[in-house]
């Protein structure tokens, strides 16, 4: 629970006022997770050697603030901002207390593919975004909460909301991160017994930067799972992590084919579905899903 004070002595975190920014949104949303309750005053400026005993933090020139020139870096020379370091304070015995098993992996794949990126943007290094519509980052998003011209919205109200916001989206972060990690190790022992071309899961979990970072799956052309859809999904693998080429495309015959006409063209009865781009492929079974891989491998010649 966040409740906001009006007096310096009654909070136990300490952050800027004026205009919001997602470093110290997400910083206050991490705090919250992290001390279950938390009192927050927002000032303009604090000496953080009168409070040794409060959170403060992107204010002050403290430990917790990154407007200082030897302000702490990645080892890529990204600065850390105000959420990067309170993460790299707290964030391993915050997720030993909520039981996190793999805490050093799912810890740093937080800051890698979380925190860094708001980091990253707080401290003026924008991401390069070539599309023809207009695309917000997260930092975007969190920064819509300011009180919007002639709006009359209040300042506090505003900041609450996009701490809520904050604190929802990072907890989907932190199941989505631990799912990940916990699913690595699942397919790593799976690596050790694939075979044909084929890795077959017993149900579907985030397979992909495993198999396209482990030398041992490179020859792995195909992955079959149950769909949510019923039946079984049958994806491609795309050549790399930057390259998202399929090493091995479904036959270009298939293309768009579904039910009847795909089984037709596949001689596999249970076939469903082929997409057009020929990266998906769906069928009833098991078998008829190995079947349509061995199908799709002899047409290749592979």
Not at 141 to 165: C, G, H, M, R, T
Request: hydrophobic residues 40%; aromatic residues 10%; charged residues 30%.
């Amino acid at each position: 629970m966040i409740k906001l004070v009006t007096r310096i002595e009654d909070a136990n975190c300490i952050t800027h006022s004026g205009t919001m920014h997602a470093d110290e949104v997400f910083a206050t949303a991490f705090l919250e997770l992290y001390l279950k309750n938390i009192q927050l005053i927002r000032v303009t400026e604090v000496d953080p050697n009168q409070y040794k005993d409060k959170y403060i933090y992107d204010i002050g020139r403290g430990k917790f603030d990154h407007h200082q020139p030897e302000a702490r870096r990645r080892e890529n020379e990204i600065k850390y901002s105000s959420f990067g370091l309170l993460w790299l304070e707290y964030g391993k015995d915050f997720l030993t207390k909520e039981k996190i098993k793999m805490v050093d992996e799912v810890f740093e794949r937080i800051d890698k593919e979380f925190i860094e990126a708001i980091d990253a943007i707080d401290n003026g290094v924008f991401p390069k975004i070539e599309a023809p519509y207009k695309v917000k980052t997260l930092s975007d998003v969190i920064s819509l909460f300011n009180p919007s011209y002639q709006s009359f919205q209040d300042e506090k109200e505003q900041f609450l909301k996009a701490v809520a916001l904050a604190k929802a989206i990072f907890q989907e972060e932190i199941k989505s991160a631990n799912g990940k990690e916990v699913a690595r190790s699942c397919i790593l022992e799976q690596l050790k017994n694939y075979s044909h071309h084929t890795l077959i899961l017993k149900e579907y979990m985030p397979y992909e930067e495993t198999i396209l970072t482990e030398d041992t799956a490179k020859d792995i052309y195909f992955v079959i799972y149950p769909s949510n859809r019923g039946g079984y999904a049958i994806k491609t693998v795309r050549k790399s992590v930057e390259d998202s080429t399929a090493r091995v495309k479904f036959p270009l015959e298939w293309a768009g084919l579904e039910k009847e006409e795909l089984v037709e063209k596949t001689g596999v009865p249970g076939a469903l579905f082929c997409h057009v781009e020929r990266f998906i492929a769906t069928a009833k079974t098991l078998e008829d899903a190995k079947k349509i891989v061995e199908k799709t491998l002899e047409i290749e010649n592979i």
